[in-house]
């Protein structure tokens, strides 16, 4: 039996977070009541003349530059011209070429789990405009809503022949992907909206061979697990086409998440059948080195970068790190709490144990809840100083996300300190000991592990504030004194 390796290009869709269209002043929204976001501009109706989005521009420099591609400082729009109901003007504005996309030859590093990590070729990125949306009307017949028509959309397309050759790094490289435009602040990433969309083109040839396989695209995939489920899917189906003696048809394909299996949509065009030609009703963008300049210098840091750096300065796991850039708004609540003097390992542990919890059980994020960097770094700065045990720094924590009252206030009030008063911890424990001669009786006859039973009375003894070390270290002094 032969050896198959597959190769998949990744074809991801971003709308762009404006305001308005690509080339009208209709707002740009989710969901609303069908075509009430519309004009003769982007229903292209005879007589209209688009005007471009600067915004919409300037995103797409951004994420190209964040990228590492080459900026085309000369660049056309094009006219990409397909008959179907989703698309008003019967063609949709976009970009053609190899060096005219506003970003081209580029790359994007994805982290490995070995802690290096793999490049991935951009072949371009470039802008052009949604489609409209296809839907089943209630009364059995279709329709469309142009709402979406219009809106900016940036595709970025990796190179070929494709760098990724599993599914594993086609999820990986879609998340990279996702967190760096979130980062950048150019798409929400909102899979399940449509607002990001991948459509990966999978091939599979035997091992060794020079000769690419036919590819087919997969559509309908909503979120990084549906990738890789329908990359899976499409390569084994591949695989076993080949086997069995058939040939790979090059198709649109579709993905049932039901089912869990791709489906037939339409026969895939060729390049040549779009009869691509230039968009005689839109200038030619000319842009200055200084501009781009401009846009490279406020670049953030972005998510591969700033997971590196804090394993290398703070000392955080490859795990830790990886759950605190994920979320911008956890990141920067990170960096703000370390700002104003927080240890960098106690933030981390509770920015992502106790805190963490308390806000996916509400669906907040950091920003959103009562808590501030100032709420953590008074907390932890308590337990660090023996103020306050581990257990009442939780209930503490707790009354803090409720009302928003700094735990050192809710310390004082309460009069919760922990007690490390050496002589203080003794009595308690002495108490507890002349109450329990059974327990203490089993010890001596070699059961240790009733010791715990011991340590908790100790601390239920002192309504949880003692010292815990101390407690176990007093407990187990006055269980070998005969």
Not at 306 to 330: M, N, P, T
């Amino acid at each position: 039996m032969s050896n198959f390796v597959a190769s998949v290009g990744m074809e991801v869709h971003a709308e762009l977070n404006t305001q308005s269209k690509m080339f009208c002043r209709c707002p740009v929204a989710f969901g609303g009541e069908p075509n009430t976001r519309v004009c003769p501009i982007c229903l292209g109706l005879p007589g209209t003349l688009p005007v471009p989005n600067q915004k919409a521009i300037e995103f797409v420099l951004r994420t190209a530059l964040a990228l590492n591609c080459t900026i085309a400082m000369h660049s056309i729009f094009h006219r990409k011209n397909y008959f179907y109901p989703d698309l008003p003007k019967g063609y949709q504005v976009s970009q053609y070429g190899e060096t005219n996309p506003l970003g081209y030859d580029g790359y994007l590093e994805i982290p490995q789990k070995n802690g290096s990590t793999k490049r991935v070729k951009i072949r371009r990125v470039h802008l052009e405009e949604d489609t409209g949306k296809l839907m089943h009307l209630p009364s059995g017949g279709s329709g469309v809503d142009y709402n979406r028509a219009g809106v900016p959309l940036m595709e970025i397309v990796t190179e070929f022949p494709p760098d990724i050759t599993n599914p594993d790094e086609a999820k990986d490289y879609l998340q990279q992907l996702r967190q760096t435009l979130l980062y950048l602040g150019v798409c929400d990433g909102k899979m399940e909206e449509g607002s990001l969309r991948c459509e990966p083109n999978i091939s599979v040839r035997i091992e060794g061979s020079d000769s690419y396989g036919t590819k087919t695209e997969l559509k309908n995939l909503n979120s990084f697990r549906s990738v890789q489920l329908g990359v899976q899917f499409e390569v084994r189906r591949q695989i076993a086409t080949v086997e069995q003696g058939g040939k790979v048809a090059q198709e649109t394909r579709g993905w049932s998440e039901e089912k869990s299996a791709s489906y037939l949509m339409r026969i895939k065009e060729a390049e040549n059948d779009y009869r691509y030609f230039p968009d005689p009703d839109l200038l030619p963008m000319a842009f200055e080195q200084s501009d781009i300049d401009n846009l490279k210098a406020q670049l953030p840091e972005l998510p591969l970068a700033k997971f590196q750096r804090y394993q290398a300065d703070f000392g955080l796991s490859a795990q830790h790190a990886e759950v605190i850039c994920d979320d911008l708004d956890k990141a920067d609540f990170f960096e703000s709490a370390l700002a104003i003097g927080g240890d960098s390992q106690a933030v981390n542990n509770w920015l992502t144990g106790d805190f963490a919890k308390l806000l996916n059980d509400r669906g907040l994020s950091p920003r959103a809840s009562k808590i501030t960097p100032e709420h953590l770094v008074d907390l932890t700065k308590l337990i660090g100083a023996g103020t306050i045990s581990g257990k009442t720094a939780k209930d503490v924590f707790a009354k803090t996300f409720e009302t928003g009252t700094m735990p050192s206030e809710i310390i004082k009030e309460s009069g919760a300190t922990q007690i490390s008063d050496e002589g203080a911890i003794r009595q308690v424990v002495l108490g507890v000991i002349e109450s329990n001669p059974d327990v203490v009786a089993k010890y001596r006859s070699g059961q240790s592990n009733v010791k715990g039973f011991l340590v908790g009375q100790v601390m239920k003894g002192s309504g949880g504030r003692a010292n815990p070390e101390m407690a176990q270290r007093i407990v187990g002094e006055e269980l070998e004194k005969q």
